[in-house]
C-alpha cells in the first residue's frame, strides 16, 4: 500500500521504520522540509518528500502531529480524493497545546480532527508509547502480543488502519465510532497501558467519562514532578504509571 505519513516525531517516525519493513511504500514529511527528515528514516526504505507531496498518489494518510497542528492541515489535504483513509493518531494536552474550549466542554478529540479536516478520520496508534511502538511488536498470534485500539464511522478507514496497525506488530482492537473513542483518549484504562486483545477489549469497557480528562492530568502532574526531581522515566515506567493511575 501507498501511504503518506505527515509528521516526523516519535510516532511518524517509527510507524515510517515499521511499515516500510513491513513492504509498504512510505513517503513522509514534516513542516520543515525533508533535508530535516532523520536518515535512518529513509534508510528503512521511507522518501522524504514536501509536505505538499505527501498525499501525491497514495492510498492511506496517516496523521501525526500536535493536535493544535491539525486545523493547519485542512487546506493540504482539501484534494485528497474521499476513497483515500486518513488516520489520526494525535491526543489532546492542554499543556502541550493549549485549552481548546470544544475540548476542555467535552468533545470527543477524534470528532473534533474530523470538523477541523472536514473529513473522516479512523484514530489508531494515538494509544500507545512510541516506546513500545518501536519495541513490542510480535508477530501475530503470538501469546500476550499488545493490542492497539482503532475507531472510526467509516468501515472502510478502520479496515484499513486495521490492516496497518497488524503491519506495525500489534492485535487490532475495533474500538467502535469516533464517538466512541474517548476510550482510548488520554486518561482513560486503554491509553498507553500495553494491553493484551482481551486485556483492552475490557479496558475499554471499563472507561468512564467523566474521569478521562482528570486522570489524564493527575498522570502528567506525576511524570513532571518525576522529572523535575531528576528521575529518568523509560517507556515501560510510564506504562506502569499509567496503569496504576488510570484503572
Not at 201 to 213: E, Q
Given at each position: 500500500m501507498k501511504i503518506g505519513i505527515l509528521g516526523a516525531g516519535s510516532i511518524g517516525s517509527a510507524l515510517a521504520r515499521k511499515l516500510s519493513a513491513a513492504g509498504h511504500d512510505i513517503q513522509i514529511a514534516n513542516s520543515r522540509g525533508p533535508h530535516t527528515i532523520d536518515p535512518g528514516i529513509v534508510a528503512s526504505g521511507a522518501r522524504a518528500v514536501e509536505a505538499t507531496d505527501v498525499i501525491t498518489g497514495i492510498e492511506a494518510l496517516v496523521i501525526s502531529v500536535p493536535l493544535s497542528s491539525v486545523p493547519a492541515i485542512k487546506a493540504l489535504i482539501a484534494d485528497l480524493p474521499d476513497e483515500v483513509a486518513v488516520i489520526d493518531t494525535s491526543n489532546y494536552y492542554p499543556l502541550r497545546d493549549g485549552q481548546i474550549q470544544a475540548l476542555d466542554d467535552g468533545q470527543v478529540e477524534s470528532v473534533w480532527v474530523t470538523e477541523q479536516l472536514g473529513r473522516p478520520v479512523a484514530k489508531a496508534w494515538n494509544a500507545i508509547l512510541a516506546g513500545s511502538l518501536e519495541t513490542k511488536g510480535t508477530e501475530a498470534a503470538t501469546p500476550g502480543r499488545v493490542a492497539i485500539p482503532v475507531a472510526g464511522d467509516r468501515e472502510v478507514d478502520k479496515a484499513v488502519a486495521m490492516t496497518l496497525v497488524e503491519a506495525t506488530g500489534f492485535d487490532a482492537v475495533d474500538a467502535g465510532s469516533l464517538g466512541d473513542s474517548w476510550r482510548q483518549q488520554p486518561g482513560a484504562p486503554a491509553y498507553c497501558t500495553d494491553l493484551t486483545r482481551q486485556e483492552l477489549?475490557?479496558?475499554?469497557?471499563?472507561?468512564?467519562?467523566?474521569?478521562?480528562?482528570q486522570r489524564r492530568d493527575v498522570a502528567m502532574a506525576t511524570i513532571t514532578e518525576k522529572i523535575e526531581g531528576g528521575a529518568t522515566l523509560t517507556s515501560d515506567d510510564l506504562v506502569e504509571l499509567n496503569r496504576s493511575t488510570y484503572n
Open positions: 477489549a475490557a479496558a475499554l469497557r471499563a472507561a468512564r467519562k467523566d474521569r478521562v480528562p
